[in-house]
């Protein structure tokens, strides 16, 4: 039997699983799974949000992080970009459920649904979804 099994001289498998390589290789039943709608809140608070929705897109995908010290709402979510600028947070009165799911080490995600720019005001509207491993 040792015979069928034969050594991967290049180490291939090696380099494609490497973290080095950048490469997530997808997981078996990893998927998706679209919970809520909603919008941005607090996009008016936000230095320079016309220039950073200027580069969002329909779909983009938006990051969450949890701020349990935020004085004004412990379960609160604030939602970024992918290059690390903060757009604002799920409304309150969305993010007692999510904050728990975060809590418990779900991952929770936003893709842009539409966006506007009223003024200084951002009105945004995402999706969010639980990606599931």
Same mark, same amino acid.
């Given at each position: 039997?040792?015979?069928?099994? *034969?050594?991967?001289?290049?180490?291939?498998? @090696?380099?494609?699983?490497? /973290?080095?390589?950048?490469?997530? $290789?997808? *997981?078996?039943?990893?998927?998706?799974?679209?919970?809520?709608?909603?919008?941005?809140? &607090?996009?008016?608070?936000? !230095? @320079?949000?016309? =220039?950073?929705?200027?580069?969002?897109? *329909?779909?983009? %995908?938006?990051?969450?992080? %949890?701020?349990?010290?935020?004085?004004?709402? !412990?379960? =609160?979510? %604030?939602?970024?970009?992918?290059?690390?600028? +903060?757009?604002?947070?799920? !409304?309150?009165?969305?993010?007692?459920?999510?904050? %728990? $799911?975060?809590?418990?080490? /779900?991952?929770?995600? =936003?893709?842009?649904?539409? +966006?506007?720019?009223? &003024? +200084?005001? $951002?009105?945004?509207?995402? /999706?969010?979804?639980?990606?599931?491993?």
């Amino acid at each position: 039997m040792s015979d069928l099994i *034969k050594k991967d001289e290049a180490g291939l498998l @090696d380099y494609l699983i490497n /973290k080095e390589t950048g490469l997530d $290789l997808p *997981k078996p039943f990893e998927r998706d799974i679209y919970l809520f709608d909603t919008y941005v809140a &607090g996009t008016s608070h936000i !230095p @320079d949000i016309e =220039a950073i929705s200027s580069k969002l897109e *329909k779909d983009d %995908r938006l990051v969450f992080y %949890r701020e349990v010290e935020n004085e004004a709402d !412990p379960q =609160a979510i %604030r939602i970024e970009t992918l290059n690390k600028e +903060k757009i604002g947070y799920i !409304p309150r009165q969305d993010n007692a459920i999510f904050s %728990r $799911l975060m809590d418990a080490g /779900k991952e929770l995600f =936003a893709r842009v649904i539409d +966006k506007e720019m009223r &003024g +200084k005001w $951002l009105k945004m509207r995402i /999706k969010i979804f639980l990606h599931e491993l």
